[in-house]
């Protein structure tokens, strides 16, 4: 019986093989490790590659049918970095090969030290240098800092630190500051936002209604990308507000007042309806079947002033983070790719990024804590506010 691959498994099985062709690999070979026959990987590739919705990319010659040129290999296996002093890494010999480039020099025409580095162009004290060798522990633990900083460039030397430790590595955050900076190891410089008012703003703002526990108010909103062939991508990412646990993230072509009602219902049914809902004041948000859906949900609705989305903060700033830590660094070649990298994002933001806001935990661990706390004294002051009321 043969053994049927899901969209799911497809995708991420040609994206290792991109890594492996870009590494050198053959077709046959990648064919062979995977257990299908070369026609296949390449109906794989022409399916799900994007040549369905469109795409007619032409591959250099001798490539075969369907597969990335190596340039675009190289580039969509880039992990985001910049060379400590900018641009790209220059292709020059190292100051242990041109040691022995000196040395070379001298055994073969019998000159002096001092000669052969003139015409090598070695200073001298370079090539009589001594390196103090490095402890084995700093070592590995420089390797296992340059691996995350290459799975995640947007983390910074704290946020390293807090993985480091999550893992079991016993250093405190000064040491793994001074071998991040030995390391030449940097976060790439981005625009910086403005800074509100601290007071202000509606009464629906983040700053007036908080989320005083877990599913007491959640946040939507909508980001736009494009996959390679210049078709929308249109996402709608769901936070709840207290916990940061991003509940679900949408991804299709276009999505409705319909659609974001059925998003709402499949998320109310797993967890239960949240007392609010806030988002801004986009036509799918105001349309009327969906504050109807919402009231008869009981779900109160908080709308922020037109032209703030710092009044939805939550929202905006789990945003920021998809786009700079996943959007800005792939280049979907379908819709289905997109779906399934997406959602790996969203399972790798609750279950292995560290928050600073919640003192470096996960949001799982956090909405798990919450979980094991019992009654939360919000619900209790909310309770209390009802009864004060009635």
């Given at each position: 019986?043969?053994?049927?691959?899901?969209?799911?498994?497809?995708?991420?099985?040609?994206?290792?093989?991109?890594?492996?062709?870009?590494?050198?690999?053959?077709?046959?070979?990648?064919?062979?490790?995977?257990?299908?026959?070369?026609?296949?990987?390449?109906?794989?590739?022409?399916?799900?590659?994007?040549?369905?919705?469109?795409?007619?990319?032409?591959?250099?010659?001798?490539?075969?049918?369907?597969?990335?040129?190596?340039?675009?290999?190289?580039?969509?296996?880039?992990?985001?970095?910049?060379?400590?002093?900018?641009?790209?890494?220059?292709?020059?010999?190292?100051?242990?090969?041109?040691?022995t480039a000196v040395e070379?020099?001298?055994?073969?025409?019998?000159?002096?030290?001092?000669?052969?580095?003139?015409?090598?162009?070695?200073?001298?004290?370079?090539?009589?240098?001594?390196?103090?060798?490095?402890?084995?522990?700093?070592?590995?633990?420089?390797?296992?800092?340059?691996?995350?900083?290459?799975?995640?460039?947007?983390?910074?030397?704290?946020?390293?630190?807090?993985?480091?430790?999550?893992?079991?590595?016993?250093?405190?955050?000064?040491?793994?500051?001074?071998?991040?900076?030995?390391?030449?190891?940097?976060?790439?410089?981005?625009?910086?936002?403005?800074?509100?008012?601290?007071?202000?703003?509606?009464?629906?703002?983040?700053?007036?209604?908080?989320?005083?526990?877990?599913?007491?108010?959640?946040?939507?909103?909508?980001?736009?990308?494009?996959?390679?062939?210049?078709?929308?991508?249109?996402?709608?990412?769901?936070?709840?507000?207290?916990?940061?646990?991003?509940?679900?993230?949408?991804?299709?072509?276009?999505?409705?007042?319909?659609?974001?009602?059925?998003?709402?219902?499949?998320?109310?049914?797993?967890?239960?309806?949240?007392?609010?809902?806030?988002?801004?004041?986009?036509?799918?948000?105001?349309?009327?079947?969906?504050?109807?859906?919402?009231?008869?949900?009981?779900?109160?609705?908080?709308?922020?002033?037109?032209?703030?989305?710092?009044?939805?903060?939550?929202?905006?700033?789990?945003i920021g983070r998809f786009?700079?830590?996943?959007?800005?660094?792939?280049?979907?070649?379908?819709?289905?790719?997109?779906?399934?990298?997406?959602?790996?994002?969203?399972?790798?933001?609750?279950?292995?990024?560290?928050?600073?806001?919640?003192?470096?935990?996960?949001?799982?661990?956090?909405?798990?804590?919450?979980?094991?706390?019992?009654?939360?004294?919000?619900?209790?002051?909310?309770?209390?506010?009802?009864?004060?009321?009635?």
């Amino acid at each position: 019986m043969k053994k049927r691959h899901t969209p799911q498994q497809i995708v991420r099985m040609l994206r290792e093989a991109d890594a492996e062709l870009a590494a050198g690999a053959s077709v046959p070979e990648i064919a062979r490790k995977l257990g299908v026959r070369e026609a296949t990987f390449h109906r794989w590739r022409n399916h799900y590659g994007g040549m369905n919705e469109g795409r007619c990319d032409q591959t250099p010659e001798g490539a075969g049918k369907g597969e990335r040129p190596p340039e675009e290999d190289r580039r969509r296996a880039g992990c985001g970095h910049k060379h400590p002093k900018g641009g790209e890494p220059k292709k020059l010999l190292s100051p242990t090969r041109r040691r022995t480039a000196v040395e070379h020099v001298r055994r073969r025409l019998g000159v002096s030290e001092r000669r052969a580095c003139r015409a090598i162009g070695q200073p001298r004290s370079t090539q009589r240098y001594v390196g103090r060798p490095k402890a084995e522990w700093d070592r590995w633990l420089v390797e296992r800092m340059v691996g995350l900083s290459q799975e995640n460039p947007r983390y910074g030397y704290r946020r390293v630190w807090a993985l480091l430790r999550r893992e079991g590595w016993l250093v405190n955050k000064k040491r793994v500051h001074r071998l991040w900076r030995e390391e030449g190891l940097k976060v790439p410089e981005k625009q910086r936002k403005r800074l509100r008012l601290a007071e202000g703003g509606s009464e629906n703002g983040c700053r007036r209604k908080r989320a005083g526990y877990r599913d007491y108010v959640w946040s939507y909103d909508f980001v736009m990308d494009s996959t390679e062939d210049g078709r929308r991508l249109k996402m709608m990412p769901v936070v709840d507000e207290h916990t940061r646990e991003c509940l679900t993230i949408e991804v299709e072509r276009s999505i409705t007042a319909e659609d974001v009602i059925g998003t709402l219902a499949g998320l109310f049914r797993q967890r239960g309806a949240p007392a609010f809902i806030r988002s801004d004041n986009g036509p799918e948000f105001v349309a009327r079947a969906l504050k109807r859906w919402l009231a008869i949900s009981e779900v109160g609705t908080l709308y922020i002033e037109p032209g703030s989305p710092w009044e939805n903060a939550y929202a905006e700033s789990f945003i920021g983070r998809f786009g700079d830590e996943l959007l800005k660094r792939e280049a979907f070649a379908g819709l289905v790719e997109a779906k399934v990298l997406i959602e790996d994002y969203r399972e790798h933001h609750n279950q292995r990024r560290p928050h600073s806001a919640l003192g470096y935990r996960t949001p799982s661990e956090f909405a798990a804590s919450c979980r094991s706390a019992g009654v939360d004294a919000g619900i209790v002051k909310e309770l209390q506010s009802a009864t004060a009321l009635s």
